[in-house]
């Protein structure tokens, strides 16, 4: 089974502009969770995809924006861009079957996307 | 959630068991613990997973002890290749609630 894909790999951008990141989902799998990764804040949740509706979301301001689709992929948008989102996206994938054994729900996560912000 | 506690880095050689120990005082009845290994400019990778006594896979084992507090991630004859940063989380990763909460992980390094 193939697994978390994210696309682009690489991509470099200038402030102010936006920007939109894609991830396809291990198949049947119906969450799709976006993180961001940095050197000085570690590895932190922005929000979570299920049947096309976020159900969780961190604390990161307005311009970080997504949606899935009825397929189960997913895309992130961060629009007027500054220095400071430049990161490794990293998108999660997981099966968030109902009636699955409470507590036991693994995340698989794409390679990623490296962001870089000039 | 349950906040982890882990040793920010370790040192090991090749051939030799690694233990890491993650602590979680807090831990609720219903929170999994789980393990994931990360590479640079990688995502994370899923090791283990397991709720109490001992869990044991093809690359790791995890042991719980009865009153749940903490937990230990053993890593048998490590490899150059396991250099990596692990990191313990704790959580009730049911559905509706996939947002995982990382610290700053154990940076395990192996040497020859």
């Known amino acids: 089974k193939a697994g978390v894909t994210q696309t682009p790999r690489y991509l470099i951008k200038t402030r102010g502009q936006q920007v939109t990141l894609s991830c396809s989902p291990i198949s049947g799998h119906r969450s799709v969770s976006w993180y961001q990764q940095t050197p000085g804040q570690g590895l932190q949740f922005l929000f979570e995809y299920f049947s096309e509706t976020q159900r969780n979301k961190g604390n990161f301001p307005g311009r970080f924006s997504g949606r899935q689709f009825s397929n189960s992929r997913s895309e992130m948008n961060v629009s007027t861009l500054e220095l400071g989102d430049s990161a490794l996206y990293l998108c999660a994938s997981s099966l968030a079957e109902s009636g699955g054994a409470l507590g036991k729900e693994t995340q698989y996560f794409g390679p990623g996307t490296r962001l870089l912000v000039l | 959630l349950a906040k982890t506690t882990q040793p920010i880095s370790m040192d090991s050689y090749e051939g030799q068991e690694v233990n890491i120990t993650c602590s979680h005082n807090n831990i609720a009845t219903n929170d999994y613990i789980t393990w994931y290994q990360q590479f640079p400019s990688q995502g994370p990778r899923f090791i283990i997973q397991?709720?109490?006594t001992k869990v044991t896979n093809e690359v790791a084992s995890l042991f719980i002890p009865a009153d749940r507090k903490s937990s230990t991630l053993s890593l048998p004859r490590v490899s150059l290749s396991d250099t990596a940063v692990y990191y313990c989380l704790v959580g009730p990763f049911s559905g509706g609630y996939n947002k995982l909460i990382f610290g700053a992980g154990t940076r395990l390094a192996v040497h020859p």
């Open positions: 397991g709720y109490k």
